[in-house]
């Protein structure tokens, strides 16, 4: 295939799974190729309204005048996109493309290094590591506490924020629950616009929305805030950054975790289950942290 170059109104959508309407379990957004807790048909089911997200944000973002868009698949596997559900228009389908496939060089926003991507709309996003009353919240993986950036508590959302903003590229969008939705606008800027598509209730429940009635809010979501994105005179929203070098700190659930970090050259050990590095800008940042949580993945059984 070969790789046209691209307009330089590309919105990039990394579409997570736990955010999505109608999804409060583990269960719903476990492949079942890695066994354990897992419901085939209920997964099933979850990444097909995955997939529908995915379909109504990139519509939206047309609408508002994108030319191209890439759905980066950034759940688990990063395979859960259903490609023959991508439901568009015909006129639209060379305009959209889709990264499926883990181990990537830039995990969940593959594609914002791409020229002349404007904007970055995450859908389908949960809250940080330790939100109470969030669906499903956790930070990367199921054993990582805390991320610190600069002494400020983060999540994905906003390590994927400041990663996209080392390519100049800002987050103007956000779908999930609505602790993830405040959570992400209070550390990004009140202006990415957000949808809620449903209301956490506690770590597993939730009350969701329609989830047509989720879809048409996240398209109208999506077309205003790709629209403001491409006004003529600069994106209403700011690049999201820290000051540079940054003090990094992560916090795990068990000390032997740390234990294996403290050894990697360049990591600190900060405290009984905390290790911190310095990180000279987001593309590093991002790197180390993705390492120590290769690193960490201990067995805690002996
Ligand atoms: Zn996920």
Not at 43 to 48: I, N, P, Q, S
Not at 80 to 93: K, V
Not at 266 to 284: D, K, L, M, S
Request: proline letters at 5%; one cysteine or more.
């Amino acid at each position: 295939m070969t790789q046209e170059p691209q307009d330089p109104r590309t919105v990039v959508i990394s579409v997570d799974m736990e955010g999505v309407c109608g999804v409060s379990s583990w269960v719903q957004v476990s492949p079942p190729e890695f066994g354990g807790l897992v419901s085939g048909s209920e997964y099933e089911r979850a990444r097909l309204r995955m997939t529908q997200e995915a379909c109504a944000a990139a519509m939206g973002a047309l609408e508002g005048g994108a030319a191209n868009v890439l759905i980066a698949d950034s759940h688990d596997t990063m395979r859960n996109l259903i490609p023959e559900a991508l439901d568009l228009p015909e006129h639209w389908q060379e305009r959209v493309r889709f990264v499926s496939g883990g181990d990537r060089p830039l995990s969940m926003v593959q594609g914002v290094q791409e020229e002349g991507v404007a904007a970055l709309l995450l859908v389908g996003y949960h809250a940080r590591a330790g939100t109470p009353g969030a669906p499903l919240a956790h930070t990367w993986n199921g054993f990582i506490r805390d991320v610190r950036v600069g002494g400020q508590s983060t999540g994905e959302p906003g390590l994927n924020a400041l990663l996209a903003g080392h390519y100049g590229v800002p987050v103007v969008f956000v779908s999930g629950d609505d602790v993830a939705v405040a959570q992400v606008q209070a550390e990004l800027g009140e202006e990415v616009v957000g949808v809620a598509v449903k209301q956490g209730l506690s770590m597993f429940s939730a009350v969701h929305l329609h989830p047509e009635h989720a879809r048409r809010l996240i398209r109208a979501g999506a077309k205003e805030a790709v629209q403001r994105a491409l006004r003529p005179g600069g994106s209403a929203v700011q690049l999201y950054t820290t000051a540079w070098p940054a003090s990094v700190q992560l916090a795990f659930d068990h000390q032997a975790r740390a234990d294996q970090c403290e050894r990697v050259a360049g990591i600190t050990r900060v405290g009984p289950v905390e290790v911190a590095y310095t990180a000279q800008n987001a593309f590093e940042l991002f790197q180390t942290f993705r390492m120590l949580a290769k690193v960490a993945e201990v067995r805690l059984n002996g």
